[in-house]
């Protein structure tokens, strides 16, 4: 037996179609929902990140506004911006590409951003109502697995969940999100006693640590449901065969790119024994980013007490 994939690219597809639907029908309100998406400093991964998030506001019809500072930017200088983003009429969700330069209080950044406006759901009034199971802006990622997870018809109520790593943008989120759907909720971390033997009591596993293929077979109980959050690099033929067995494409993309992706997750162990596998790359990546554009037409709705 292998796991059933979980294609985070055709459920991705599936909600941007649904936004760009939704995107429409706002038009015709002579509505544009908008997008401000804030670079500081020149940070490789942060950049392709917001590509990728401002061309994806162009496929769907959103309008979007790439706001790049310099890396010397001050804090003083990044609220006045965020300030005058929570004015600005044509924009519905703000969004700060984390991780900012040591020098910026983040903290201060993300408080400084209207709630009404937070579409990546940082903000502490969105954080504080999610664990309340209020209604709020959610943050991307873990939504992306909520709904990855109904639309594959997977129930949550009554089972066993697992949240490895705590971290506020993916794993406390996740578990409170589990949680309010009747999942019994056990979150693990760095200093978790017996890791593997607290994994292989979920039915349902997520691993969010960034660790390379860390989750091998031995975490897992035959028939879960696994959903790889990490976002790693292998770079030898070696790491990748370790990690994925005699994979003719990884290895080849190695050959190429000098890289392929990997995420917590090993493949090679845990396919065959978990009920439901999520890919990297192909899983939760694409999810994020289509709950992110979900996430300004639903702040756009908000801001005008639309229904
Ligand atoms: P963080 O580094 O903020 O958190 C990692 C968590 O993993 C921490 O809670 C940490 O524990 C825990 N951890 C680290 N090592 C171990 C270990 N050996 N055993 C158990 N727990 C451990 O990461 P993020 O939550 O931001 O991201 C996690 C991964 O997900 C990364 O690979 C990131 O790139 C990826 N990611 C992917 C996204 C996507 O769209 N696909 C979006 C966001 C993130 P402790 O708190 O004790 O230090």
Redesign the pocket.
């Known amino acids: 037996m292998t796991a059933r994939k979980l294609d985070g690219t055709a459920i991705g597809r599936a909600i941007k179609e649904e936004v760009k639907k939704e995107v429409e029908a706002l038009a015709e309100s002579g509505i544009r929902p908008g997008l401000a998406a804030v670079l500081v400093g020149d940070n490789p991964g942060s950049r392709v990140y917001v590509n990728s998030k401002v061309k994806t506001c162009a496929e769907l019809g959103l309008y979007s506004r790439k706001i790049e500072l310099p890396g010397e930017t001050t804090t003083a200088q990044l609220l006045e911006l965020i300030n005058s983003l929570n004015g600005d009429e044509s924009i519905d969700g703000i969004l700060v590409q984390l991780p900012l330069p040591n020098a910026i209080d983040t903290n201060a950044v993300l408080e400084a951003v209207r709630p009404e406006k937070d579409v990546d759901g940082f903000h502490p009034v969105n954080v504080g109502r999610l664990v309340r199971g209020q209604a709020c802006l959610e943050p991307c990622?873990p939504a992306g697995i909520m709904e990855m997870l109904r639309r594959s018809g997977l129930p949550i109520s009554g089972k066993r969940a697992v949240v490895?790593?705590?971290?506020d943008?993916?794993?406390k989120p996740m578990a409170f999100m589990l949680l309010h759907r009747h999942a019994t909720v056990t979150i693990?971390?760095?200093?978790?006693k017996d890791?593997p033997g607290v994994c292989r009591e979920a039915d349902i596993l997520i691993a969010?640590?960034?660790?390379t293929a860390?989750i091998t077979g031995d975490f897992v109980k035959p028939g879960a449901v696994v959903i790889d959050?990490?976002?790693?690099k292998a770079e030898t033929r070696e790491e990748a065969e370790r990690i994925f067995g005699p994979d003719e494409a990884r290895l080849a993309e190695i050959g190429k790119k000098g890289y392929t992706l990997v995420g917590?997750v090993e493949p090679r162990t845990v396919a065959p024994i978990a009920g439901y596998l999520s890919p990297v790359p192909g899983g939760?990546?694409p999810l994020?980013i289509a709950m992110l554009m979900s996430n300004t037409v639903k702040a756009a709705r908000l801001r005008r007490r639309l229904a």
């Open positions: 990622t490895v790593g705590r971290s943008i993916v794993g693990c971390h760095s200093r978790t890791l969010a640590i960034g660790r860390m959050v990490g976002m790693n917590d939760v990546g994020t």
